[in-house]
């Protein structure tokens, strides 16, 4: 699963044509993470070992892709599953989701899953979270922090569409450099953060995408974006 | 009472019967920080330095215990008595409850309060609370993340049990191993935290009650907690 | 206008008479960043550049100012004006006011208003205000933490004018003191940070408004403030 989650989110990534990833599921679980057979006593610590280097990586592919990866959540994510919620980059749910980490339950700990948890909410949010195992309702995972948007089920489709469809009018090349500046940013202190981006701003006017922006601004007219990495002669 | 404190917290930490510890008050008032009759002119600086760094020991003692720690608020915290709610890993209030760090208002800025507060709210409201001394109410409070549940007063004793039966189910071991790593990856780089913590998930594997929890699971029965450290042979 | 921006926040800035500074605006917008004429291809990089050193320079001044900086927000703050809210202390804003980072729009990712919004909101409402240029709601702004209050239009002026005078009965050298101990300790690591402000508070304890602030809560009168940096002897 790991693997094919993995092999689906490189599937095309430099395709100009490839501008938002969606991670959906059919049915009422979202991810309940990790086969719990998979890492009973038969297994060696060198195949448990392999499990979580993999999900880790999956996980911070994420980020690294070009583009905007998008978690649609229309039912329940728990462990492994609710940290793939978090490492997306947005989160979008049905009313009715929830989320989890009910590791401890069964004498493992969540503490994968509390990497991006620790980074999406409050600390005492994900700790009790982590301490119990009870689930979080959508709407209380949309006031701390971990979705961005929570709609009635009956719109799921149609606000992760919209969402989509809004990236997809933007120029790819553009979207890329800001995501990735982004995550490289935020763990920086102010002023190296403010150095670099202000970098980048200066960069991003350089590209052929950056001023046909603004050229179609200022000329009132919707830009043709060239996707492209390209500098403006 | 900070001595008392922590020698409270303390107390049978390493005893397997310790699973989890509430603070509590009794009256209006959680807590409401320190004497100030202490921080007087009339004390010297030696004795105020005392005074802080004893604070600030049993603050960050909390975060090092084996055992998840919850505050039960029921009434106004304030000052060192807020950053005592902010420094504990759970935090379930009543809905009269109020927190507010008000040492402004007597020329001595809460700044080991704010150390506290700065990880548990945006930096707007902590902001705000720091230099007006306004109190927040307990949905703000829950909202912004300083508490992880609200409940109506008559509640409170109902849902802070709750909670703490939910974690005596679960091995002390795997919670302890799990809140140190916790606290150990919240500040390192996402790379860091994720290698770290994929070692950790395969060292909880090893332990007796990480492959109870897992056999119990597989064999649809409640597992048995050795909650001893040791690893399964 | 950034330059004139610079020079008001620095205005009698050592001076006893100014105690916190509010930055508002008239009519319907209360800051929509950059004009993009200035960022179009006839300018030269270099010139890009200056633009946006200044921008960062101006938006980390005001954590450097020894006073409280409140955003009082009464209708569209977009790109470096939603940069701008974001970097204030304090943010009051009106029902109506909105908040985006719509420069994707333009092929100008919102990159340096990233560096604010990513150290303000949690991170998929970051991501998805910086990846689509959709608009946050007052309401959902205070929910994610971007401003820290939110009120009426018609009580906008009154709110912002009462947390203003709660700050103005403080001692303005002891604001400062927290105010710039505030940010250090923010991205220090907890036994740092705490040691650090543990110091800070004994410093504190020495000025004299720190000890006429205890003398007076003891003695149950108003303090008077000498908002001097003075020790008392």
Known sequence: ??????????????????????????????????????LSTEDDVKHHSQVFELCAEVMTLIQK?????IAKVNGLATAAGCQLV??????????KSKFAT??????????????????????????????????????????????SKVVPEDKLEEETMKISHKICE????????????????ITQDLDTAYKMTTQVMVDNLTLRDGQEGIEAFIQ???PVWTHSQEEKK
Chains 1, 2, 3 share one sequence.
């Open 65 to 69: 892709l070009p583009v905007p990866v």
């Open 170 to 185: 933007s120029s790819k090349s553009v979207l890329a450099l800001g995501k990735a500046t982004f995550y490289r940013q």
């Open 102 to 147: 009910p590791g401890v339950n069964i004498g493992l700990f969540c503490s994968t899953p509390a990497v991006a948890l620790g980074r999406s909410l409050p600390r005492k949010v994900a700790l009790e979270m982590l301490f119990t195992g009870e689930p979080l309702s959508a709407h209380e995972a949309l006031m701390h922090g971990l979705v």
């Open 86 to 95: 978090a490492s997306c980059d947005i989160a979008v749910a049905s009313e």
């Open 1 to 38: 699963m790991l693997r094919c989650l993995r092999q689906d989110l490189l599937h095309d990534v430099k395709s100009r044509e490839l501008r938002v990833i969606v991670i959906a599921a059919e049915g009422p679980v979202f991810c309940s993470g990790h086969d719990l057979k998979e």
């Open 220 to 222: 009132k007219r919707k």
